[in-house]
């Protein structure tokens, strides 16, 4: 698996200070930093490790499998299941790609997001942390109470080799802006039962997540959408930033959000890649760039990385 090194960013930012125009990102250099590596599994989903703690966020592997089922020559991505069809993960998919994991941090309830990871805790032992609709769905899958620890925003937790501020959220304005007017947004109840059908995963509120690990800072989003007087002040050296289309909806996404977080170093976007539908890859990518080149219009001097399924980045 090929690896991708990340430029001493430290270093880079500290000889062009000086001469650099606009803001300056916060990079002076923090006592025992050590490399973290940042996977992308698709849409909203990522793995992050210090080489000890391995962290889930938003996994969605089962998006790949519909390019095993397209039929010859299709093109079209297909449909969006009805509310009442019965969803699964696809066990095959994340066996081949997820090896183990400590934490699965989860950013809201959409089947997008919260569909493998049930699979995944029972799988490997995994701690789940989510709203209480992420736990509800995690309990009709039978995932254990001593895995589940449920969040509202607003905790930030301590867990030894890591620590995590959970940052209050809101959604994607779907449906353009009439998102509350449709069925996805509400809680899950207590007392589902697996199978679930896709209507069964509702958002349940959303969080996002700042991640501290090996003196990393890793703001981790998992929408096209934020609260800016939650963000104001944090000051991550990692941002993922929810990055398709939708954030068009969305006065100044990129500025605003890059002026609240002190402008980070590096900007990775995330759940940009169209659920992983093969022919839609280069329209997506093309998509995550315009969302790139709105980051360095607001921070020129962020770095923006792409990143390709699977492959780890590797952060000094
Ligand atoms: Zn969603």
């Given at each position: 698996m090929l690896a991708r090194f990340v430029a001493p960013l430290?270093?880079?930012?500290?000889?062009?200070?000086?001469l650099a125009?606009?803001?300056v990102p916060n990079t002076s250099p923090v006592r025992g930093r050590a490399e973290i590596r940042l996977t992308y599994l698709g849409n909203a989903g990522w793995e992050i490790s210090d080489g000890k703690t391995n962290v889930l966020v938003d996994?969605?592997?089962?998006?790949?499998?519909?390019?095993r089922e397209a039929k010859p020559g299709q093109v079209e991505p297909p449909p969006r299941p009805s509310l009442e069809e019965i969803v699964t993960?696809?066990?095959?998919g994340i066996n081949a790609k997820i090896h183990r994991a400590d934490y699965i941090l989860v950013t809201h309830g959409h089947p997008d997001h919260a569909l493998d990871a049930p699979y995944i805790a029972r799988r490997t032992g995994a701690v789940i942390i989510g709203r209480e609709t992420t736990a509800n769905i995690a309990r009709?899958?039978?995932?254990?109470?001593s895995q589940l620890i449920t969040v509202r925003g607003g905790e930030d937790y301590d867990f030894g080799a890591f620590s995590l501020r959970v940052i209050p959220s809101i959604h994607t304005a779907l449906e353009h802006k009439h998102y509350f007017n449709g069925s996805m947004a509400g809680d899950a109840p207590r007392g589902l039962r697996a199978p679930l059908k896709f209507g069964n995963f509702v958002e349940g509120g959303s969080v996002a997540y700042l991640l501290r690990l090996a003196g990393h800072q890793v703001l981790i989003m998992g929408s096209m959408n934020y609260i800016?007087?939650?963000?104001?002040?944090?000051?991550?050296?990692?941002?993922l930033v929810g990055a398709n289309a939708q954030r068009r909806e969305i006065y100044e996404y990129a500025g605003r959000l890059m002026r609240a977080l002190g402008y980070p170093p590096l900007v990775m976007p995330t759940h940009w890649d169209a659920y992983g539908w093969a022919p839609?890859?280069?329209?997506?990518?093309?998509?995550?760039?315009?969302?790139?080149d709105e980051v360095k219009a607001a921070s020129p001097n962020t770095r923006v990385i792409i990143p390709k399924h699977f492959e780890p980045i590797s952060v000094p």
């Open positions: 430290a270093l880079t930012f500290a000889a062009s200070a000086a125009q606009g803001p996994p969605f592997v089962t998006q790949f499998r519909s390019n993960p696809d066990a095959e009709a899958y039978d995932v254990p109470e800016e007087r939650e963000m104001e002040g944090l000051r991550p050296d990692i941002a839609a890859q280069a329209q997506a990518r093309a998509e995550a760039q315009r969302f790139a």
